[in-house]
């Protein structure tokens, strides 16, 4: 397990004869950094994972909880990023049932909107068939209907039915440290790397200095191989010209008693024709997302702008006239930030391809961009980049049947089963207290768990029913509590609240946004 955090001074102990500390320190705590984490330590390498922040602090929190192949990476013609995240989501289902789950989409047809029935039908039977499955049909207005009472019926004639998977993104990225600890990994958050570089004077490998920011403490680590695997913030590290192009999607969690899905709905909004997701996930529902750059700081957390909520809100009433969703039925936002390989073309956000790259400089290795359903594959080609494992390994790696997950001995039910779980059921706290590095209230609130997310009110009236359990647990004195309160508050409020109307209406759409960028 991953327990308690360790000190820098452990973390730095000299290893035997005169060797690196560790074969391979990884930089960034988010799916792709504990993948890399996970296929190094299953090879028996000593492996550290060090991340800025929290684990999943940032995208891989905030993505749209989906394994899927894409449906939109075929109209791109990208049929080999299709088939291998298909070939993934297969796997992972198989691996993690009750973390990833295969759930029903549903496609709504209108008269005179492309695309129709027959090019949809297509489309997925390729889809099927390169996932090795098949599991489409075609759904009439009155099947549709009944499925989904409320949504728009003018020019329906019906939907395309078919699977994809739906996940919890920051307990797959906890499951894949969990999983790379049992194999001998470290992994330490809040640990900021502030420099990597080559060792000088003939010595193998890289010197890491790196920042404690709970304790404040500075040290330098040795490794004989770094990844950057830090997803947006890729360019910091790299050494070379810039390649990602940051890009914010967000998401509204939705009072269900207001909204509710039993299936995942993809409709079109009215403003630009874009295809946005609306699909039940942990008891609420949840609406997305947005394609928009993001210029800001990447060290201050994303948050969804009021044209995003504008935006969501509309497309919302559009698909359901009766429901009248408003702000005040938000329970929670999110705002994501995509590491996306920049084509340099300026295209639309929407239309840059999802592919990841590996690149190096100096001898560090950096890996960004791709999908969440892939992670495995990507942690293979940046191993391959740094000679950790060869040619025949990674190919080897690629097509195996080898299973990445074991079961958790000795942990709760909600460990592995976590979709349909009780977050707040008392052995699941106490065992994440005790087994996940828990340094801060909003690391328990909004990554550890949901609640924060899918609770009213930021699941304050939770939280107080846990707080002595907490406060035993990570040895609290009630001043501390009362700090860690403010402090949760303020980052629930500021970054995963409903942000204040605009007062130019005229301006509250993304594609408002997104024009005035260009223009810029």
């Not at 559009?318 to 969703?325: E, L």
């Amino acid at each position: 397990m991953l327990g308690q955090r360790r000190t820098l001074t452990e973390l730095a102990a000299p290893s035997t004869q005169g060797k690196p500390q560790w074969d391979l320190i990884v930089i960034g705590g988010g799916i792709t950094g504990a993948g890399v984490m996970l296929e190094a330590a299953r090879r028996g390498h000593r492996v550290l994972l060090l991340e800025q922040t929290d684990f999943a602090w940032g995208t891989s929190s905030r993505s749209s909880k989906m394994v899927h192949g894409g449906l939109r990476y075929i109209a791109q013609g990208d049929i080999a990023l299709t088939r291998h995240s298909l070939l993934e989501r297969e796997r992972l289902l198989n691996e993690l049932p009750g973390l990833v789950e295969r759930a029903t989409y549903l496609f709504p047809l209108r008269k005179g909107v492309f695309p129709g029935r027959w090019p949809m039908k297509a489309v997925l039977w390729l889809y099927d068939f390169l996932a090795g499955i098949r599991d489409h049909r075609y759904l009439d207005r009155a099947q549709l209907l009944k499925r989904v009472p409320g949504l728009q019926d003018q020019d329906l004639t019906g939907a395309m039915c078919y699977t994809d998977a739906l996940t919890d993104d920051c307990r797959l990225v906890m499951r894949t440290l969990l999983e790379g600890a049992r194999h001998g990994g470290l992994a330490q958050n809040y640990a900021r790397v502030v420099k990597a570089v080559q060792c000088e004077n003939g010595e193998e490998g890289f010197a890491v200095t790196v920042e404690d920011r709970v304790s404040g403490e500075q040290s330098t680590l040795k490794a004989r191989a770094v990844v950057s695997a830090t997803g947006a913030w890729a360019d910091r590290f790299s050494g070379a010209q810039a390649r990602v192009r940051p890009l914010r999607g967000s998401h509204l969690f939705i009072d269900p008693a207001v909204l509710s899905v039993s299936d995942c709905l993809t409709v079109m909004h009215p403003d630009d024709g874009r295809p946005v997701f609306v699909f039940p996930w942990e008891g609420v529902t949840c609406v997305g997302t947005t394609d928009l750059d993001h210029p800001q700081d990447m060290d201050v957390e994303a948050a969804a702008s009021d044209r995003e909520v504008v935006y969501l809100l509309k497309l919302i009433n559009t698909q359901f006239p009766g429901r009248n969703v408003t702000r005040e039925h938000i329970y929670s936002t999110i705002a994501g930030v995509r590491p996306v390989i920049a084509s340099g073309k300026g295209v639309d956000p929407s239309k840059e391809r999802r592919d990841h790259a590996v690149w190096g400089d100096n001898g560090i290795v950096t890996v960004s961009g791709g999908k969440l359903t892939t992670f495995r594959l990507i942690a293979l080609d940046a191993l391959l980049a740094t000679g950790l494992i060869d040619d025949g390994d990674h190919r080897r790696s690629q097509k195996s049947k080898t299973r990445s997950f074991e079961p958790l001995q000795d942990a709760p039910g909600a460990v592995e089963a976590f979709l349909h779980a009780d977050q707040a059921d008392s052995a699941f706290i106490r065992w994440v207290l005790a087994h996940e590095s828990v340094v801060h209230l909003d690391d328990l609130m909004l990554r550890r768990t949901r609640l924060g997310l899918i609770k009213p009110a930021a699941g304050i009236a939770v939280l107080a029913t846990l707080r002595g359990q907490i406060q035993q647990a990570l040895g609290w004195t009630d001043s501390q509590w009362d700090k860690e309160l403010v402090r949760y508050r303020e980052i629930h409020q500021r970054f995963y609240g409903v942000p204040k109307p605009e007062t130019d209406t005229s301006k509250a759409s993304p594609a408002a946004e997104v024009q005035e960028q260009q223009a810029g």
